[in-house]
């Protein structure tokens, strides 16, 4: 390896002209495809694509119309029935009818209610807006006292209307929805009442402007970070140019290495660019701290680069390799748009090592040498001090400082044991964010707007014709008010609902008939007669129906009691010949928070494991690699507990932090120690010590700084998650600083290892 090592050393060093040459046409290459680039934020991605229930789900979207596909628009006057906003909702009415992709459209203003009196039992409630009181007060008490419109168009207390917008489902991806929303934001300015807007089509498009807007939020911060951190630790132009043209090169690489692979840009590949820059910079920070160290030594540019690459290429090798691992290990998770992010995470740091080598030391070999003034200034500094008292601490009390590390993790235990693996979906949004607070009122006010979906089915092994048949609909009516009670769901509709209303005005609104009918041969009638009221609910050949239900935004616990309870309800009651099955997007996208969170652990420990491995063969011992290993814990610990301490929830992207942060930890350590075995060659235990920790720590302080100022930038973000990663990557980091530069070397000074070269 050594030999393999040095040959290409004097390949990039004697040939200078012709690697930049082979850089530039790959960079050129890749570069091509940039301009292909797609996006995809659907949310379905996040879906385990082999799971049966999402399979299920997917199939009775296609089946039944309206599943996910209705933007809940909700709004504040000064009286919602009054005349002159009953006019102002019926040209908002039209308004929002003429927009292109809008399928329908139900208000007050043109919904049709079963009624004993007129000309048809269906009829509007508004053929024209009336200005009498007296007209005004009877549609108000009729649309108040219909259980159908109450938390749906009009809240309990009627001081807050609803209009419901149905979306084309052809129109229902990012691009249609995003174009509908701008229609729809434009009409509102029109009137002035307090809009709030939720509904899935309105989370799905939000959520993704939003992280466009992170996206270019963290864009300019880090830019900035890394030109003040590359400016006041190198000083010199050579210095901030070059690690900027590594991490340049290598987002263009890994963007048109992921076009090229037929790869979208989706809900968590946008983060790629960002985590590339941060993370992509340390190998070259690594080997201009060596190269400028070994050049104010030597005085000479060649040896002095040759020194660097012997002495430095490999440990950056492995720590690329490492830290490629974290991000690697995602691939394991069963969900493809999270393979996705790992794999191509791990090839953007693999392509930033690789540029690092074949840009960085040609450049130097072209360029005239750093002024010794600069060298001076570099060598010396803050920097150094602070080392050198870390140098002093380690030596004056190994003993205390291993035994600290070890009871600081007993400690950090008993906080990882309170971590809440349980998390809300609405939870991803600070307080205060209107999408938010609009979810919240719509809670509070008109019974939640997060689908929940029952589907009854029959099977054939049973006696029951169809969903017509009395058992079926006694069945229905008792589970949806089974459903209606439970605390944290809001409206529930289903077919038994229309049948009451119907029942009820065929016998002259008296309340008394506001019950199943008690024959199948009315409820065919009346399905009959009315089949444009029931098509949302009932499949074509009468086998399956819908129960549609509304739910508070809980966490992933409460949502498996309810869904349980549900079914134990359904197991207990249901006919012979029926099946039930609770869905619903709501419901599935809490499931898939749990299955990546447990398969993101999952990935750490995957990760954990094949690193160690790679120790193993790095220094072809057991006990290096476990010694390699043990001050990395401690940060992993510190990170738990802080979850746990804070009653920060585990959801995805805290998970995913294990995994990732201790690939980019580990990197220090390696650093470390090989620099250690290097230094033991020539001197005793101590003084190897004291030299490797001198030689390394500035590095290792100079990258630890720029990760934690790049993922403190990701705090930036609308998102509670996205600011968490940051945040616990940024304590895991600093923590895995410390205890390199203190733990580890104390360790090695009681255990005295013997390392293989």
Same mark, same amino acid.
Not at 69 to 96: A, G, Q, T, W
Not at 135 to 150: E, G, P
Not at 181 to 204: A, N, S
Not at 285 to 308: F, G, P
């Given at each position: 390896?050594?030999?393999?090592?040095?040959?290409?050393?004097?390949?990039?060093?004697?040939?200078?002209?012709?690697?930049?040459?082979?850089?530039?046409?790959?960079?050129?290459?890749?570069?091509?495809?940039?301009?292909?680039?797609?996006?995809?934020?659907?949310?379905?991605?996040?879906?385990?694509?082999?799971?049966?229930?999402?399979?299920?789900?997917?199939?009775?979207?296609?089946?039944?119309?309206?599943?996910?596909?209705?933007?809940?628009?909700?709004?504040?006057?000064?009286?919602?029935?009054?005349?002159?906003?009953?006019?102002?909702?019926?040209?908002?009415?039209?308004?929002?009818?003429?927009?292109?992709?809008?399928?329908?459209?139900?208000?007050?203003?043109?919904?049709?209610?079963?009624?004993?009196?007129?000309?048809?039992?269906?009829?509007?409630?508004?053929?024209?807006?009336?200005?009498?009181?007296?007209?005004?007060? @009877?549609?108000?008490?009729? !649309? =108040?006292?219909?259980?159908? $419109?109450?938390?749906?168009?009009? /809240?309990?207390? +009627?001081? &807050?209307?609803?209009?419901?917008?149905?979306?084309?489902?052809?129109?229902?991806?990012?691009?249609?929805?995003?174009?509908?929303?701008?229609?729809?934001?434009?009409?509102?300015?029109?009137?002035?009442?307090?809009?709030?807007?939720?509904?899935?089509?309105?989370?799905?498009?939000?959520?993704?402007?939003?992280?466009?807007?992170?996206?270019?939020?963290? @864009?300019?911060?880090?830019? !900035? =970070?890394?030109?003040?951190? $590359?400016?006041?630790?190198?000083? /010199?132009?050579? +210095?901030? &140019?070059?690690?900027?043209?590594?991490?340049?090169?290598?987002?263009?690489?890994?963007?048109?290495?992921?076009?090229?692979?037929?790869?979208?840009?989706?809900?968590?590949?946008?983060?790629?660019?960002?985590?590339?820059?941060?993370?992509?910079?340390?190998?070259?920070?690594?080997?201009?701290?060596?190269?400028?160290?070994?050049?104010?030594?030597?005085?000479?540019?060649?040896?002095?680069?040759?020194?660097?690459?012997?002495?430095?290429?490999?440990?950056?090798?492995?720590?690329?390799?490492?830290?490629?691992?974290?991000?690697?290990?995602?691939?394991?998770?069963?969900?493809?748009?999270?393979?996705?992010?790992?794999?191509?995470?791990?090839?953007?740091?693999?392509?930033?090592?690789?540029?690092?080598?074949?840009?960085?030391?040609?450049?130097?070999?072209?360029?005239?040498?750093?002024?010794?003034?600069?060298?001076?200034?570099?060598?010396?500094?803050?920097?150094?001090?602070?080392?050198?008292?870390?140098?002093?601490?380690?030596?004056?009390?190994?003993?205390?400082?291993?035994?600290?590390?070890?009871?600081?993790?007993?400690?950090?235990?008993?906080?990882?044991?309170?971590?809440?693996?349980?998390?809300?979906?609405?939870?991803?949004?600070?307080?205060?964010?209107?999408?938010?607070?609009?979810?919240?009122?719509?809670?509070?006010?008109?019974?939640?707007?997060?689908?929940?979906?029952?589907?009854?089915?029959?099977?054939?092994?049973?006696?029951?014709?169809?969903?017509?048949?009395?058992?079926?609909?006694?069945?229905?009516?008792?589970?949806?008010?089974?459903?209606?009670?439970?605390?944290?769901?809001?409206?529930?509709?289903?077919?038994?609902?229309?049948?009451?209303?119907?029942?009820?005005?065929?016998?002259?609104?008296?309340?008394?008939?506001?019950?199943?009918?008690?024959?199948?041969?009315?409820?065919?009638?009346?399905?009959?007669?009315?089949?444009?009221?029931?098509?949302?609910?009932?499949?074509?050949?009468?086998?399956?129906?819908?129960?549609?239900?509304?739910?508070?935004?809980?966490?992933?616990?409460?949502?498996?009691?309810?869904?349980?309870?549900?079914?134990?309800?359904?197991?207990?009651?249901?006919?012979?010949?029926?099946?039930?099955?609770?869905?619903?997007?709501?419901?599935?996208?809490?499931?898939?928070?749990?299955?990546?969170?447990?398969?993101?652990?999952?990935?750490?420990?995957?990760?954990?494991?094949?690193?160690?491995?790679?120790?193993?063969?790095?220094?072809?011992?057991?006990?290096?690699?476990?010694?390699?290993?043990?001050?990395?814990?401690?940060?992993?610990?510190?990170?738990?507990?802080?979850?746990?301490?804070?009653?920060?929830?585990?959801?995805?992207?805290?998970?995913?932090?294990?995994?990732?942060?201790?690939?980019?930890?580990?990197?220090?350590?390696?650093?470390?120690?090989?620099?250690?075995?290097?230094?033991?060659?020539?001197?005793?235990?101590?003084?190897?010590?004291?030299?490797?920790?001198?030689?390394?720590?500035?590095?290792?302080?100079?990258?630890?700084?720029?990760?934690?100022?790049?993922?403190?930038?990701?705090?930036?973000?609308?998102?509670?998650?996205?600011?968490?990663?940051?945040?616990?990557?940024?304590?895991?980091?600093?923590?895995?600083?410390?205890?390199?530069?203190?733990?580890?070397?104390?360790?090695?000074?009681?255990?005295?290892?013997?390392?293989?070269?």
């Amino acid at each position: 390896m050594i030999k393999t090592l040095n040959k290409c050393i004097h390949i990039i060093l004697d040939y200078p002209k012709i690697v930049l040459s082979f850089l530039f046409a790959v960079t050129i290459f890749f570069g091509s495809y940039i301009s292909e680039i797609r996006m995809d934020f659907s949310i379905e991605q996040l879906f385990s694509q082999d799971d049966p229930v999402v399979e299920r789900f997917l199939t009775l979207r296609e089946e039944f119309d309206g599943v996910d596909n209705v933007i809940y628009l909700f709004y504040k006057s000064d009286n919602p029935f009054s005349y002159e906003n009953l006019i102002k909702n019926r040209k908002m009415v039209d308004s929002f009818e003429s927009i292109n992709g809008v399928s329908s459209v139900s208000s007050l203003t043109n919904i049709e209610l079963f009624t004993e009196s007129g000309e048809y039992l269906l009829s509007p409630v508004y053929n024209e807006i009336p200005r009498s009181p007296d007209s005004l007060n @009877l549609a108000q008490k009729q !649309i =108040m006292n219909s259980n159908l $419109l109450k938390n749906y168009l009009i /809240s309990e207390d +009627g001081t &807050i209307a609803g209009i419901l917008i149905d979306i084309d489902p052809a129109f229902n991806d990012h691009d249609g929805r995003e174009e509908i929303l701008k229609e729809i934001d434009r009409f509102q300015q029109l009137v002035d009442w307090e809009w709030h807007q939720t509904g899935l089509p309105i989370i799905r498009t939000r959520y993704v402007q939003y992280m466009i807007a992170d996206n270019i939020r963290f @864009l300019v911060p880090v830019i !900035i =970070m890394l030109f003040l951190f $590359l400016s006041l630790l190198f000083r /010199s132009l050579v +210095g901030l &140019i070059l690690p900027l043209l590594v991490v340049l090169l290598t987002i263009i690489w890994s963007l048109g290495f992921m076009v090229a692979c037929g790869i979208t840009i989706n809900i968590i590949s946008y983060i790629i660019p960002t985590l590339l820059m941060v993370v992509g910079i340390s190998d070259s920070v690594h080997l201009l701290v060596k190269y400028y160290s070994s050049l104010d030594e030597l005085k000479n540019k060649r040896e002095a680069l040759i020194q660097t690459l012997q002495k430095i290429g490999m440990a950056i090798f492995f720590t690329s390799i490492t830290t490629a691992i974290g991000f690697g290990a995602l691939s394991m998770v069963k969900i493809q748009i999270v393979k996705e992010f790992g794999i191509f995470t791990a090839s953007g740091v693999l392509f930033a090592f690789i540029i690092t080598i074949l840009l960085i030391p040609p450049c130097l070999v072209l360029l005239k040498t750093t002024p010794q003034s600069k060298l001076d200034r570099y060598s010396a500094g803050l920097r150094v001090r602070i080392i050198k008292k870390f140098i002093v601490l380690v030596r004056a009390y190994p003993k205390a400082i291993v035994l600290s590390g070890f009871a600081i993790t007993i400690v950090w235990l008993f906080g990882a044991l309170q971590i809440n693996p349980h998390s809300k979906l609405l939870d991803d949004l600070k307080p205060g964010n209107p999408l938010l607070e609009d979810m919240r009122l719509a809670e509070e006010k008109m019974g939640s707007v997060l689908p929940v979906e029952i589907i009854v089915e029959v099977n054939e092994n049973g006696m029951i014709e169809d969903i017509q048949d009395l058992p079926v609909m006694f069945f229905l009516n008792d589970l949806s008010k089974y459903v209606s009670e439970i605390p944290e769901v809001g409206k529930v509709i289903s077919v038994s609902d229309f049948l009451k209303e119907i029942h009820q005005a065929m016998n002259d609104g008296n309340s008394d008939y506001y019950v199943i009918p008690s024959s199948r041969e009315l409820i065919s009638q009346y399905m009959l007669l009315y089949e444009s009221e029931f098509e949302s609910f009932i499949n074509l050949d009468y086998t399956k129906l819908r129960i549609s239900a509304q739910i508070n935004d809980i966490d992933s616990r409460r949502s498996a009691e309810i869904e349980k309870d549900i079914n134990n309800y359904i197991n207990s009651r249901i006919p012979n010949g029926l099946n039930a099955e609770v869905t619903g997007t709501a419901l599935l996208a809490l499931r898939t928070n749990n299955y990546l969170v447990n398969n993101l652990l999952a990935s750490f420990f995957i990760a954990l494991l094949i690193i160690t491995f790679v120790m193993i063969f790095m220094f072809r011992s057991v006990k290096m690699a476990l010694i390699s290993i043990l001050p990395n814990i401690i940060p992993m610990m510190t990170m738990a507990a802080v979850l746990g301490f804070f009653q920060i929830p585990l959801r995805p992207a805290t998970a995913m932090t294990f995994a990732v942060a201790f690939g980019i930890a580990v990197d220090d350590t390696l650093h470390y120690l090989i620099r250690y075995r290097m230094e033991l060659s020539q001197q005793n235990y101590r003084q190897a010590n004291d030299v490797t920790l001198l030689g390394t720590g500035i590095a290792m302080m100079s990258t630890t700084a720029i990760l934690s100022a790049g993922f403190l930038i990701l705090t930036l973000s609308e998102f509670k998650p996205t600011i968490e990663f940051g945040m616990l990557s940024v304590i895991t980091i600093v923590t895995a600083l410390i205890s390199d530069i203190t733990f580890l070397p104390a360790l090695l000074s009681q255990i005295k290892p013997k390392l293989n070269k």
